[in-house]
């Protein structure tokens, strides 16, 4: 079992800056891939950005490819999500997840999920 906790959202203008934290606690968590994703109002729960589970490997999502960088401290049981140039659109509340096998772009292929932190960008 897996405990995660984000922190680190708020309000910021468009432009502006913001870096998510993701607090893990539980099983040894340099064994798990991990993910954000983000889920606006009357939307689906949208991939933003996987790491493995050494951090030598990234991938992010199109919408946020030179904005955003997702990186982790494993002495730390900590994943992270740098935020620059936000836009309205990145709007959201923004999840962490936890894969006991590596992780994917969906939803479905993570097994632990944290509670949420919102992301509000004013124009």
């Known amino acids: 079992q897996v405990q995660l906790v984000e922190s680190g959202g708020g309000l910021v203008q468009a432009g502006g800056s913001l870096r998510l934290s993701c607090a893990a606690s539980?099983?040894?968590?340099?064994?798990?891939?991990m993910g954000w994703f983000r889920q606006a109002p009357g939307k689906e729960r949208e991939f933003v950005a996987r790491?493995?589970?050494?951090?030598?490997?990234?991938y992010h999502a199109n919408a946020v490819k030179g904005r955003f960088a997702i990186y982790r401290d494993n002495a730390k049981n900590t994943v992270y999500l740098q935020m620059n140039n936000l836009k309205p659109e990145d709007t959201a509340v923004y999840y962490c997840?936890?894969?006991?096998?590596?992780?994917?772009?969906?939803?479905?292929?993570?097994?632990?999920w944290g509670q949420g932190t919102q992301v509000t960008v004013s124009s």
């Open positions: 790491i493995s589970w050494s951090g030598g490997t990234t």
């Open positions: 997840a936890a894969a006991e096998k590596g992780g994917t772009t969906s939803p479905r292929g993570y097994d632990y």
């Open positions: 539980g099983r040894i968590f340099s064994s798990y891939g």
